[in-house]
């Protein structure tokens, strides 16, 4: 694959298939991280283990059992790409710390925009887009839509895991 295209990666999901488009040109590092988590398998098995209808749904940290997976280095935010926060675009989730992404992403099932790049200062540094769903967006919408509950001191866990059951890059 050339540098320069747009890699795409495939979630197989206990829900069905969603596939996302990453802009490399936009966020080069966040692309690159997720891509190494991805062809390192890190997400294999993972489960999606926040969701909120109206907001998100985030998964890359932690099993059914709500155990998180040892990740690599925190990365740079590049929430100031223009890219933005709207229904089907991938997101990376961080700490209040701006730059503390490693692994965990989130997908917005509405249009976010009090979560794009505002200013320098933390509170409104905002999160980095780096991807847009491309096929899928009903599995996101089937997902959105479960049950959750609290498990192991988390809330918005779904009652029932939504389990990445396999992540490859196209």
């Known amino acids: 694959m050339s540098e320069n295209a747009q890699p795409v990666v495939c979630f197989e999901t206990s829900m069905g298939p969603i596939v996302i488009e990453l802009n490399r040109e936009k966020a080069p590092i966040t692309v690159k991280n997720f891509l190494t988590y991805v062809t390192d398998g890190h ?12 907001f998100m749904i985030q998964g890359g940290g932690f099993d059914d059992q709500m155990q998180q997976r040892k990740t ?5 935010n590049e929430a ?4 933005k926060n709207v229904r089907g675009s991938v997101a990376m989730a961080r700490t209040p710390v701006v730059d503390s992404a490693t692994s965990q992403f989130f997908i917005n099932t509405v249009d976010n925009g009090f979560l794009d790049y505002r200013g320098k200062r933390p509170e409104e540094f905002g999160y980095c ?4 769903v491309i096929e899928g967006l009903e599995t996101v919408d089937a997902i959105r839509a479960v049950k959750t509950g609290s498990k192991m001191g988390h809330g ?11 992540a490859t890059v196209r």
């Open 43 to 54: 997400y294999d098995g993972l489960i999606f283990h926040r969701v909120i209808p109206n």
């Open 72 to 76: 690599r280095f925190a990365i740079k």
């Open 80 to 83: 100031n790409n223009g890219l």
């Open 129 to 132: 887009v780096f991807g847009t």
């Open 156 to 166: 918005d866990v779904p009652l029932e895991a939504v389990t990445i059951i396999k």
